[in-house]
């Protein structure tokens, strides 16, 4: 299994009415990193990253809620209470000091929202694939949310459960063919939760598999990311995510342009978890532009 080269510690602390664990790493003191991560996954994932940091930066990684060990959301999940819990999170830890964001995916999409919408609040911001949804248009809107309510009606199926950890990481090696065997064994114990009989499943919420409610519109989104001060880089994979904007005749390069000034970079051969699947020049990417910000 693959041995962190940085050990983490746990944080605990109630907002908004919920639970949340936080992770961190590096010194307790002194000017913070805030790394958000992705749907259905949890702050763990950013391990290999910050193993691939050469100064020991003091690192908050939150659990969104209903993912990893912080509490579920008995009524849902919808985009806005992220940005809510966000807000919360940093006037607890660091009220009224910008600090810089690093998002992936989800957790990109959160983060530059929340910097358009509290400017002050955010020194530097970093997108890690996560450039938006695509725009569906009003004419999706009956379908999302007949989707959703369908959802309520009866309850979500459980997680597939799995007689060992091993299983758990070959399931991860399926969907992302470039995450070695140390890798996936690592996030499979990280990811998951022993239950009663023996046996292992997912710990974030099934209920995250549920649509949300509202639909994405470009138009909303790209009117806050505008309003964005902070130095912003947004760093892609190889293929766009979700594959839907490869449609996109101008490209990832023009959605990251909706935030003024804001520099795109490209890593070649990396997948969605580009964090996971070439650590290294994430890293160098996202600590060369703090460090030049």
């Known amino acids: 299994m693959y041995t962190p080269r940085r050990v983490s510690r746990s944080l605990f602390l109630v907002a908004r009415g919920l639970r949340h664990h936080l992770r961190c790493w590096g010194p307790e003191t002194g000017k913070p990193l805030i790394l958000l ?3 259905r996954d949890a702050s763990a994932t950013f391990q290999f990253m910050v193993d691939c940091f ?5 690192i908050v990684a939150p659990d969104w809620r209903g993912h990893g060990k912080s509490e579920r959301a008995p009524q849902g999940y919808w985009f806005p209470d992220y940005l809510a819990d966000l807000d919360a999170i940093l006037e607890a830890l660091f009220p009224g000091d910008p600090v810089p964001l690093v998002g992936h995916s989800l957790g990109g999409n959160a983060a530059c929202t929340y910097a358009g919408l509290r400017p002050e609040r955010v020194s530097r911001l970093i997108s890690l694939d996560g450039f938006g949804l695509p725009d569906l248009g009003p004419q999706g809107a009956p379908a999302q949310l007949r989707r959703w309510l369908a959802g309520w009606r009866e309850p979500l199926p459980p997680h597939k459960t799995y007689a060992s950890i091993a299983d758990m990481a070959a399931r991860l090696r399926e969907a992302n063919r470039r995450l070695d065997e140390a890798k996936s064994l690592f996030l499979a114990s990280e990811l998951s939760e022993l239950l009663p009989d023996g046996r292992y499943t997912w710990e974030f919420d099934p209920r995250h598999r549920s649509p949300f409610a509202t639909l994405h519109r470009r138009a909303e989104w790209a009117a806050c990311l505008a309003q964005v001060q902070a130095p912003a880089l947004f760093i892609g ?6 594959p839907a904007l490869r449609d996109e005749p101008e490209g990832l390069a023009a959605r990251a342009a909706v935030i003024p000034g804001a520099r795109f970079e490209r ?3 990396a997948g ?3 964090h996971h699947d070439e650590p290294q020049a994430v890293a160098r990417l996202v600590e060369g532009f703090l460090a030049a910000a």
């Open 237 to 242: 994979s190889g293929l766009p995510f979700p």
């Open 54 to 58: 050469e100064r020991d930066l003091r």
């Open 272 to 274: 969605h978890n580009l």
């Open 37 to 39: 991560h992705g749907g």
């Open 267 to 269: 890593i070649a051969g």
